[in-house]
C-alpha cells in the first residue's frame, strides 16, 4: 500500500498506483483466460466482484481460488441467451445496489476459412462476442447516467485492427465490438464514464480450444502462437493498468504489433505475411 491506494507489481517494479479497492466490478467471461486472470488480480486489490460466463461450476471453482476480494457473487449467464440479458443485468446491479467497472471478456474464436463456414457459425461468434456485450452495455447506461459514473472496458483483440486468415467471423465481431465501443468514446454524452479499449495479440488460454470450425464444433487444439503468447497474469496487469488510468485504447502484444504496423505502412507485405503466417493454421 502506498498512500492508501494499492499498487501493482510487474517484474518486482511498481507500474502505477491501481486503486481498485471496493470497487463493484464485473467480470464477464470470468470463467477462465484473461476474465479469471483479471478476478485473481482484482480480488488482490480488494475489489467487490460479480463473476459471469456459463458455467456455474467453473465460476465456483474460480471464487475459491480468489484471495482477498471484499465480495464475490456469481451470476452465471449466457450471452447469446438476449432475451434473459435484462434479468441478468438487473440481477447483477442488485448485487451490491450498482456498478463502477464493467468487463466484456467473453468471447468465442474461429478457426476455419471463410468458404468453409456456415453461416450458424457467423451468428454465434457475432452473438458471443459483439450482440452480447452490445446489449448489456445498452442496458447499463442508463444506471451509469443515474449514478454519474461508469467505465466499461471491451476485451477485443488485434483481429479488430485488421484483417487475419481462419478468422473471418471472429474479426467481424472484434471490429464492430471496436466501432461501437469507439463511438461511445467520441459521442461522449456521459459525465464520468469511460471505455477502455483492449486490443491483445496472443495471450497464453486455450481460447483455440473452443474456438469454432466451419461447422460449429470446437477445434480442440492448442494453437503454438497462443501456447507460447502473453502470460495471463501479465495481461492482466498491463489491462488494470489501462482501467486505472483510463485509457481509451491499448494494444497487448508482442510481434504481431509489427504486422498491425505494416498494413499502415507497408500493406503488401501484411497482407503476404498474414496470409503466411494465418494460413498455416489449416
Ligand atoms: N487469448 C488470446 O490470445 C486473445 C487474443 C485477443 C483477444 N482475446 C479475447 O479475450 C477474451 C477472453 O478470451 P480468453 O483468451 O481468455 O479465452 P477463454 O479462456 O476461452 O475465455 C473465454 C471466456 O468467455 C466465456 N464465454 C464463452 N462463450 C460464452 C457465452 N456464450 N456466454 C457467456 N460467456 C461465454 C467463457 O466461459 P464459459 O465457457 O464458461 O461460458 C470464458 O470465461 C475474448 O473476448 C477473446 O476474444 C483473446
Known amino acids: 500500500m502506498i498512500n492508501g491506494k494499492c499498487v ?3 517484474h518486482g517494479q511498481i507500474i502505477g498506483n491501481m486503486n481498485f479497492e471496493h470497487k463493484v466490478i464485473w467480470i464477464i467471461g470470468a470463467s477462465s483466460g484473461i476474465g479469471a486472470g483479471l478476478a485473481k488480480a482484482l480480488a488482490v486489490q480488494k475489489a467487490r466482484l460479480i463473476i459471469t460466463s ?7 471453482s474460480l471464487e475459491a481460488q480468489l484471495e ?3 465480495g464475490c457473487m456469481i451470476l452465471p449467464a449466457d450471452m447469446t441467451d438476449n432475451t434473459a440479458l435484462t434479468q441478468v443485468v438487473a440481477h447483477a446491479i442488485s448485487a451490491y445496489g450498482h456498478i463502477d467497472i464493467v468487463i466484456h471478456s467473453a468471447g468465442v474464436g474461429q478457426r476455419s476459412l ?4 456456415q453461416l450458424s457459425v457467423y451468428h454465434q461468434l457475432m452473438n458471443v462476442n459483439f450482440f452480447g456485450p452490445l446489449t448489456i452495455t445498452q442496458y447499463l447506461l442508463p444506471h451509469f ?16 485492427l485488421m484483417g487475419f486468415p481462419m478468422r473471418s467471423g471472429y474479426v467481424a465481431s472484434k471490429h464492430a465490438l471496436k466501432g461501437y465501443f469507439e463511438t461511445l468514446q467520441v459521442e461522449h454524452t456521459l459525465n464520468n464514464f469511460y471505455v477502455t479499449i483492449v486490443s491483445p495479440g496472443r495471450i497464453k488460454t ?5 474456438a469454432l470450425t466451419g461447422d460449429g464444433a470446437p477445434y480442440d487444439k492448442m ?10 497474469n501479465e495481461c492482466a496487469v498491463k489491462i488494470l493498468t489501462a482501467i486505472s488510468r483510463k485509457k481509451k485504447h491499448v494494444i497487448i502484444a508482442r510481434s504481431e504489433r509489427l504486422l498491425y504496423w505494416l498494413r499502415i505502412l507497408l500493406p503488401p507485405a501484411y497482407y503476404r505475411i498474414a496470409r503466411k503466417r494465418g494460413m498455416g493454421n489449416q
Open 206 to 210: 486455450g481460447l483455440s480450444l473452443s
Open 54 to 60: 456459463r458455467e456455474y461450476a467453473a465460476l465456483r
Open 114 to 117: 471463410a468458404i468453409d463456414t
Open 68 to 70: 482477498g476480494h471484499t
Open 8 to 10: 501493482a507489481l510487474r
Open 145 to 160: 447516467k443515474r449514478q454519474g459514473h461508469g467505465h466499461v472496458v471491451a476485451i477485443s483483440s488485434m483481429s479488430g
Open 223 to 232: 494453437d503454438e502462437g497462443q501456447l507460447n503468447g502473453i502470460p495471463v
